[in-house]
């Protein structure tokens, strides 16, 4: 959705509906809203009164939402520059976060042998000997046919790391989700002919290679991740890694998203994805706009019994 003052889009916000029971259900904005504002200053600025005033325009647009979906609470979780103080417009800090709220980001301007030199040694050292493995790493457009292979992997990843899955229509829809500005695609990692690691990756903002021209622009997220235990040796997901950092540096990207990192909940991936180098970037984290107080303290404590 957007809000609109006269004539130019000034706020944009993806709204998901999440249902819950009783008919009830939560609004969630992920790494949102964005405002005009943010990325091109109109000329003579805006001050925050008016900037305040783009804001609560579009709070109302939910609130409205609100009163058709049966929403209990207004979810956000807002990127890193967020350029509001949230408690200010009536938000809670939430007990329940959705995206991660730290991340790692490499950066895609640097040349290959400067990101090289920027990893920890034992990283690079573990990309050296996949490829004296002789790892394979191919890189596919993702469709159906892949999918069966990558959730058998994300399945026996789960199992062994402790994490859950989203349903199979989340993937699927994943794997069928591509625009003009938005593709994902799956990096296989191959041994003595059998794929024993892949990653998903998003590419957002169109960044592409036609002929000799890089157009540059956007990011590549990784966003999962799946391993065999087979073959642990071979240190295969190092050089998955370093090809999808190679290829989303040729394709004109500017940044390379690890997408989540935490010491307390997942040390041994946060210490693999730190190897690589790169900045941490820290998010504010989510916040809840409650519609209805005591709906709102009943879901907050049959999430912690369930």
């Not at 709070?59 to 807002?78: D, G, Q, T, Y």
């Not at 809670?92 to 040349?111: F, G, M, R």
């Not at 390379?256 to 790169?278: A, C, H, M, N, V």
Request: proline fraction near 5%; glycine fraction near 6%.
């Amino acid at each position: 959705m957007w809000y609109k003052d006269g004539d130019e889009i000034q706020a944009v916000a993806l709204i998901i509906r999440h249902g819950l029971p009783f008919g009830f259900s939560y609004l969630y904005c992920p790494r949102g809203p964005l405002f005009n504002f943010q990325f091109s200053p109109p000329a003579g600025g805006f001050n925050f009164q008016k900037k305040s005033k783009i804001f609560e325009g579009l709070l109302e647009k939910i609130k409205e939402i609100n009163a058709e979906e049966k929403a209990i609470f207004f979810k956000v979780e807002p990127e890193a520059d967020f350029p509001f103080n949230l408690s200010d417009f009536g938000f809670v800090k939430s007990e329940k976060e959705i995206q991660p709220a730290e991340t790692v980001i490499l950066d895609l301007t640097k040349t290959e042998e400067e990101l090289l030199a920027e990893m920890k040694s034992k990283t690079r050292y573990n990309i050296n000997l996949a490829e004296r493995k002789d790892i394979k790493i191919t890189q596919q457009a993702t469709h159906n046919s892949q999918l069966t292979t990558f959730l058998e992997l994300l399945k026996e990843t789960a199992e062994r790391e402790g994490f859950r899955l989203h349903p199979k229509e989340y993937y699927e829809k994943l794997f069928a989700a591509h625009s003009p500005n938005f593709s994902v695609e799956l990096f296989l990692a191959e041994y003595n002919g059998k794929t024993i690691a892949a990653h998903l990756l998003v590419f957002f903002g169109n960044p592409a290679r036609t002929t000799d021209v890089v157009q540059s622009g956007g990011q590549a997220v990784y966003l999962h991740g799946a391993s065999s235990r087979e073959h642990k040796e071979t240190m295969a997901p190092y050089l998955l890694h370093w090809e999808a950092i190679k290829q989303a540096k040729n394709r004109g990207c500017l940044i390379y998203d690890f997408w989540g990192i935490s010491e307390k909940k997942w040390p041994g991936l946060t210490r693999f994805k730190k190897g690589f180098g790169g900045e941490e970037k820290n998010y504010p984290g989510a916040f809840d706009l409650v519609f209805a107080q005591f709906w709102y303290w009943v879901y907050n404590i049959v999430r912690k019994i369930i």
